[in-house]
């Protein structure tokens, strides 16, 4: 059984090729870590999931369906596939209650009062609360991400996309991200994760796929990805990660 | 409050701060009243003064002046409304992605280019006098009608480039956000970008609101009764052009607030933007 099948995906920015006929398919409640350098196409591949970024070969199934199949209307697939963006891109001119609820009121027709309800429960399991009147700015970068976050979830995704989503933070805040995101697997959420955090990777993931040039050269279980990595230029890359200190090495 | 050793500090800061005030005033007072001097004793000043600057003549044309002025403050009114508006529109129109809005978006494009394109007067000269010309039925034949929707069409051309470049300034991340949450397009413009660019275009917007209220006076030639025609008539009877320089005052007493208002949202939305990046 699986959620989400990507196959044979190709991608040109003009001449350059991105994406190089990327398969992977997702189980549901799986974890699964995407990483690479800058450039390798790994948040490229996220955006394709859910149709932000348009492909040019290959298909993307979730559940059996294609993701462009008119079953699933104009939001439906937004709707079942949250994203999170490094940036965390929250509307600056509404409040964190307002950034929550705008999809579930605009877009899904909830009603105002339910959807803030709804919103307030999420943001108070979030630890996010007493943020709810307070706009954006206001807040730290952590907080900013974790609103973002809610505000994904507030549509009751199946999948959830995180793309670089601690890239953005003062290393000081990156833990209380993690920590949602490490709630958010307990729980049994589906999700594709591109990070530059290799420890947090390695924890968190059911299994790690290292992207380079545009095709998933390897993947496997994260202890052993990062403890033998079978590929020269997998190899490589986790060479120079440790060299810059940002994986202790666990060999 | 509570910081007590404030206090002496903030006097010498008192002091450290007045004196450059009292030195930049003593020396513009100084040169103003050099320059105030030589030209109040130039031969030729008491012949400027009677024709330009005479109290009388001021005094006697400043009720119909000022009857003008209003006729030009409630063109600039109406003009402002609808410009508003009509542009927000046409930068809706261009900003609406999809090959189904490809006529929108064409529309809003050659709207720009010809009314940008061509003097505010001709359209002025065209619309109010050649319309009226045409007689056709049905139509408002008033100068100012006519002269007024001349002002909207070209100054909506502006405007337009003004929301667009506001639009076009939210992050592009917005849009994705927006997007990724489902919205449609047109409830991301409605949303999530034109809330944004609205702020965005406060000063820029406020320059062109300056720059009609006095292009208003253009109406004058095609005969409506603004301030300047009027100051005009005055001029013809009497042959003193003291009038035009009441419509000056008067133009100036409503534009400099209004310009001064534009520096000073542009200086703060200057450091909200440095704040931002800091």
């Known amino acids: 059984m699986t959620r989400i099948v990507i196959d044979k995906l190709t991608k040109f920015y003009g001449d350059k090729m991105v994406l190089d006929g990327v398969d992977l398919s997702v189980a549901p409640h799986e974890v699964v870590c995407l990483i690479g350098a800058s450039g390798s196409g790994k948040s490229t591949l996220l955006r394709c999931i859910n149709g932000l970024t348009e492909f040019d070969e290959g298909a993307v199934r979730l559940d059996g369906v294609d993701i462009f199949d008119p079953a699933f209307g104009r939001t439906g697939l937004y709707k079942r596939v949250g994203i999170v963006f490094q940036a965390y891109n929250l509307f600056p001119h509404m409040t964190v209650l307002q950034n929550v609820t705008l999809a579930p009121i605009k877009v899904h027709g909830r009603d105002r009062r339910e959807a803030e309800t709804a919103a307030l429960k999420l943001l108070d399991m979030f630890g996010l609360g007493q943020f709810a009147q307070a706009y954006p700015e206001q807040l730290s970068g952590g907080q900013q991400q974790r609103v973002a976050i809610v505000r994904s979830l507030a549509t009751e995704p199946e999948v959830l996309l995180l793309d670089e989503v601690t890239a953005a933070l003062d290393p000081e805040l990156i833990g209380e991200v993690l920590k949602i995101i490490r709630d958010l697997k307990t729980s049994g959420m589906t999700m594709v994760i591109v990070t530059h955090e290799m420890g947090f990777a390695r924890d968190v993931a059911d299994r790690v796929c290292f992207l380079d040039g545009g095709r998933i050269v390897e993947q496997g279980e994260p202890h052993r990805l990062f403890a033998d990595p079978q590929q020269p230029r997998t190899q490589k890359f986790l060479e120079r990660i440790i060299a810059a200190g940002r994986l202790e090495a666990a060999r | ?278």
């Not at chain 2, 603004?226 to 007493?253: K, P």
Request: hydrophobic share 55%; glycine share 8%; charged share 15%.
């Open chain 2, 1 to 278: 409050m509570t910081r007590r050793p404030g206090k002496g500090r903030r006097q010498i800061a008192l002091k450290d701060r007045l004196l450059p005030v009292l030195i930049s005033l003593a020396s513009v007072i100084l040169v103003f009243g050099v320059v105030g001097y030589f030209v109040t004793s130039a031969p030729q000043w008491p012949r400027i003064q009677l024709q330009f600057f005479s109290l009388e003549a001021i005094i006697e044309s400043f009720p119909a002046v000022a009857k003008g002025f209003l006729v030009s403050m409630q063109i600039w009114v109406i003009s402002l409304v609808c410009i508003g508006i009509w542009a927000l529109v046409l930068a809706i129109f261009r900003a609406m992605g999809g090959p189904w809005f490809a006529p929108l978006r064409v529309f809003a494009i050659l709207y720009v280019d010809l009314f940008r394109g061509l003097p505010a007067l001709l359209l002025v000269l065209l619309f109010g006098f050649g319309i009226p010309a045409l007689n056709l039925p049905g139509l408002p034949t008033s100068g100012m009608f006519w002269g007024g929707v001349a002002l909207i069409l070209s100054y909506s051309a502006y405007a337009t480039e003004v929301y667009r470049s506001g639009i076009e300034a939210v992050h592009e991340g917005q849009n994705m956000a927006a997007k990724a949450l489902g919205l449609s397009q047109w409830q991301t413009l409605r949303y999530a970008i034109l809330p944004q660019a609205l702020r965005n275009v406060v000063p820029a917007m406020l320059n062109l609101v300056v720059a009609l209220q006095k292009d208003v006076a253009l109406l004058s030639v095609i005969g409506v009764r603004d301030a300047v025609r009027e100051a005009q008539i005055y001029t013809a009877r009497t042959f003193n052009y003291s009038s035009l320089v009441a419509a000056a005052i008067l133009f100036l007493l409503a534009t400099i607030p209004l310009a001064r208002l534009t520096d000073h949202l542009q200086r703060r939305d200057r450091e909200r933007r440095l704040q931002g990046v800091l």
